[in-house]
């Protein structure tokens, strides 16, 4: 993959070349790892050759909600796209730890008081152990489904918007999307992709949708249904929600666990550490 950099890398390097050093340990690819790198009166020398200005860095470095790559001309674009079909902007959006993606400006992870990969975690430990098939209704950057391969015979998950995969793609944390031959990605709507998948056929569903004003639809009792229908007997499902205290998760709370309830799952329960409820059939 080539460099990538956020304000965190290139206010470091700032630093440092303030500061008279000649060389610099940093990361090239969003805290996953770090490398050597040359300073100079001009600038970075990176270790496959490619170079950055103090103005590349300096602009880097203004904004802290934005991830840049470095191409082969030493050029910095911004890792952000449209989707004409959805009318979104998504960008990849970075933090101290796993990046986030914003969905027309909002987060798509919890990042206050945590961070993406812990985030990601508190969903995993809800419905441990994960074994099986498992089904992640709603890929994003795929952080749910790498961590879920870790120990299920298999993952599916489904993304609505093909743009997410640009962003994906050029995010160092999902690169096992493509690579681990335990994940299958599905491009379409969660709501009709699930009619398509045989009655109990997933041990462990994790549903992290949109907000509701976003999805609507991947609340719906008639979704709920689905879910019911090609989960395992005694099979769970994590459903993400929101902040349980907040006025507006408290009340989606109490129509999510009336409706799956109504669905068949035998047990509804919170699980306030990750944002949402399991539910037990």
């Known amino acids: 993959m080539p460099p990538i950099l956020s304000h965190y890398q290139a206010h470091a390097l700032l630093q440092a070349h303030a500061n008279g050093a000649a060389a610099a340990s940093v990361s090239l690819d969003l805290n996953l790892s770090t490398s050597d790198v040359t300073l100079t009166p001009l600038g970075v020398t990176l270790p496959n050759g490619r170079f950055l200005t103090l103005d590349q860095l300096t602009e880097i470095s203004a904004n802290e909600n934005a991830c840049y790559l470095v191409t082969p001309e030493n050029e910095v674009e911004k890792i952000h796209y449209f989707s004409e079909t959805h009318n979104r902007f998504y960008s990849l959006m970075p933090t101290r730890g796993a990046p986030t ?125 689905q879910l019911y229908r090609i989960l395992k007997t005694r099979g769970r499902l994590f459903h993400y929600i929101g902040d349980p205290k907040s006025k507006s998760g408290s009340g989606v709370t109490r129509g999510v666990t009336r409706r799956l309830q109504e669905a068949g799952f035998h047990r509804v329960k919170p699980y306030p550490q990750a944002f949402g409820v399991v539910a037990y059939k």
């Open 101 to 225: 993606m914003l969905v027309s400006g909002i987060p798509m992870h919890r990042i206050k008081d945590t961070d993406p990969h812990r985030d990601t975690l508190s969903k995993i430990k809800a419905v441990s152990p994960v074994t099986g098939h498992v089904l992640d209704t709603t890929m994003g950057l795929g952080y749910t489904a790498i961590m879920a391969a870790k120990t299920a015979v298999s993952v599916t998950t489904i993304e609505l918007d093909p743009t997410v995969v640009n962003i994906c793609q050029h995010n160092p944390w999902s690169q096992e999307l493509f690579t681990n031959p335990k994940i299958t990605r599905l491009i379409g709507d969660a709501y009709d992709q699930v009619d398509q998948f045989p009655a109990e056929h997933f041990s462990r569903i994790i549903h992290d949708p949109p907000v509701f004003s976003l999805a609507g639809d991947l609340y719906a009792a008639e979704f709920y249904q």
